[in-house]
């Protein structure tokens, strides 16, 4: 809950901002208190999620970004075209975020048992299935959580998740541009775009996660589910953003970019990774580590892909380098061993 309200604390008096550096404070301000959600999301995915569950519980917490993108197109959009003011927009979005930090604190609990709508038998089929799987994990040697790095597995899902960033970030950063200056989209075509191409992100993110437990509970191994609904998900969605430097129709664009998110946020399922090789206990820390990953590509991405269209005056280069951050997600991604818990 601290997360949240701050979070929207920071958005909101970035409207007062009166320079670019107290806007670039708010910014961090913004991104500081941003960074523990998704960490604390994936732990809490590990403590009220069995294992045929978690991918879908993966895709529900990640769901968010790209549905918030697609609302938030409209709505931000709507206000500045009616208000004629970005900083209306800021205030109403932090505001937002502030009362969604409140409803959380109300409404969500660490554990089954302690939520008044969970019965006891949900709450006991809950724990019989943490039990076999505590069961089934390395017995514990005593190390510490740093020593999860001396297996390569974390390094991949780290660098996995930080080239998802790499495109999620960077088109979440830069498509609004891209679709103006390349291919004339006012502010009311750009906000129904956006909409649509983040949107099907969103729809995606939660058949991804469907199909992965579908899956599983039907007795695929996780070796082979995850490394193909991952490698399929890298694939299009590398062919895709590839193939929107070749297009010139808008509405081919518009139909590429949707089909890059489709499949892209199936990788929301990586936050079911860190619950896969760590134990419950550690699975925040994982996620931790994970989301820092992903962060280096949110502070840095956006500078690399705004240096490159300055140097070169188009978005040809920038649109190849998100296609060879796909390839490199499809590569960590098909590295990584879902198939045990690693011992520490």
Known sequence: MPATVGWGFFQAIAASANSWFVLLLTRLGLGASEAPIYPAGGKLNAMWMTQHERGRGATLLDGGAPLGAALGAIVIAWLIAVFDSWRIAFAVAGIGTMVCGLWAWWYIRNSPREHPSVNASEALYIEEAHA???AEAPHAAGGSAAAYFRHPP???MCCGWMFFNTVFYGLLTWLPSYLFKVHGFDIKTLGGASFLIFFAGF????????IADLWRARGGRPNVVFRTLFGVAAIFATVSIFSVAYVRDPVAVVALLSTTLFFLRWCGMYWAIPSILATRERAGFLGGCMNLGGNIAGITVPIIVGFIVQI??????ALMFFAVAGVALLACSTAIDYSRKLPV
């Open 132 to 134: 076999r799987e505590d």
């Open 154 to 156: 974390v390094w991949f």
């Open 203 to 210: 729809v995606g993110e939660l058949v991804g996660g469907w």
């Open 312 to 317: 070169t005056g188009s978005y040809f280069l």
